[in-house]
């Protein structure tokens, strides 16, 4: 329980106290990879969007050869015309081919990035889901793996993850076993930017969107990190929106959406997800509540709502290195171990 004699729930009251055990649930797009490697990769190579994919891959050349000119086009609506000329057929595999390589070739640069801060500022029961096919998510998790982390999984398929087809819901990274049949794990495949994605047609897509659904459903803070709703994804928009907002009305639960486009558009585009006016808008993630309160941002948020007590925070440091990082989020893990030994005692002695 936390104190009440204080008009602020300190940082200690918070770390203490992990009392929230709906998941904060994180929804990621291109822009929270454009984020997290600002100054592009390990390598210098830049994290395409949909606007300059075709300049940064360098799909001009191809695309010249088959006299394609409009190569400045959003990828998502030049693909899209292309895949739906079936005469373009070969011109489309090529482009699936060069985008699998140059986003396979991406690596994480060596120091502690945003998506290292984002996984170790939530906890086990939270879960992100990306549209990504950058590998940056994954090897940022495994390199973090020694923390209780959220679960990842990746809406669209992923350069550096493979599932068991015999059971979808193992899954991890191309070299590695299915732990239930010991069959090696395939390659997921990358769903393209067309309009119609028959997300249910993809056993590991199929399972992934359940686990979304279930997320969604059951989620206390949903947060939004550089996704931006585009056309070719309303369907994609629908099942969130729906699971969302299949337990009814929201009271105190809320959306967070980290983007640096302007407030009035991310509310426009975000509104069927908003109840009660119960919403952020952040022009960068350490703005955020998992950056300001991390792995516990769902208690900060309910503090003021239930409590009517403000939280105090304490960011993530920025700048520590890995070990530091480490040392510092220590105790704040060991509160969430502790929590858990204590309500299992509690529940053996009730029984």
């Given at each position: ?54 300049e940064i891959i360098g799909l001009s050349p191809l695309l010249a050869k088959y006299s394609i000119t ?72 495994a390199r973090n793996r020694r923390f209780g982390l959220p679960e990842i999984f990746f809406l669209h ?102 983007d640096i486009k302007s407030p009035a558009t991310l509310y426009d585009t975000w509104k069927p997800f ?78």
């Amino acid at each position: 329980m936390m104190d009440t004699e204080s008009p602020v729930v300190t940082r200690d009251e918070l770390i203490r106290n992990p009392e929230i055990q709906r998941p904060h649930v994180v929804i990621l797009g291109a822009g929270a990879s454009v984020a997290a490697c600002p100054q592009g990769d390990k390598n210098g190579r830049h994290l395409p969007t949909m606007e300059n994919l075709v300049e940064i891959i360098g799909l001009s050349p191809l695309l010249a050869k088959y006299s394609i000119t409009n190569v400045h086009e959003n990828f998502e609506a030049l693909y899209s015309s292309l895949y739906s000329d079936r005469s373009r057929s070969g011109l489309t595999r090529k482009i699936e081919t060069a985008v699998h390589d140059y986003f396979s070739s991406l690596e994480l640069p060596v120091h502690p990035t945003i998506y290292d801060h984002l996984l170790l500022s939530l906890r086990k029961k939270d879960a992100i889901f990306t549209f990504n096919w950058d590998p940056f998510l994954l090897d940022a998790y495994a390199r973090n793996r020694r923390f209780g982390l959220p679960e990842i999984f990746f809406l669209h398929g992923n350069v550096r993850t493979a599932y068991c087809p015999s059971h979808p819901t193992r899954c991890g990274t191309q070299w590695l076993h299915c732990p239930e049949c010991r069959t090696r794990l395939v390659p997921t495949k990358l769903l393209y930017p067309v309009k119609n994605k028959s997300y249910a047609s993809d056993e590991f897509i199929a399972s992934v969107w359940d686990a979304a659904k279930w997320f969604l459903e059951h989620a206390f803070t949903l947060t939004i990190f550089g996704y931006g709703a585009p056309a070719s994804d309303t369907q994609a928009v629908d099942l969130m929106k729906d699971a969302w907002n299949r337990v009814g009305q929201k009271l105190i639960e809320r959306v967070e959406i980290i983007d640096i486009k302007s407030p009035a558009t991310l509310y426009d585009t975000w509104k069927p997800f908003i109840s009660h006016h119960h919403y952020d808008c952040r022009s960068c993630f350490y703005q955020s509540f998992i950056a300001k309160y991390p792995r516990r941002s769902s208690e900060a948020i309910f503090a003021p709502s239930v409590h009517g007590r403000v939280a105090e925070d304490f960011p993530i440091p920025r700048r520590f290195s890995f070990d530091e990082l480490y040392a510092w989020l220590k105790p704040i893990a060991q509160s969430e171990t502790e929590k858990s030994v204590h309500e299992n005692d509690g529940e053996k002695r009730l029984k």
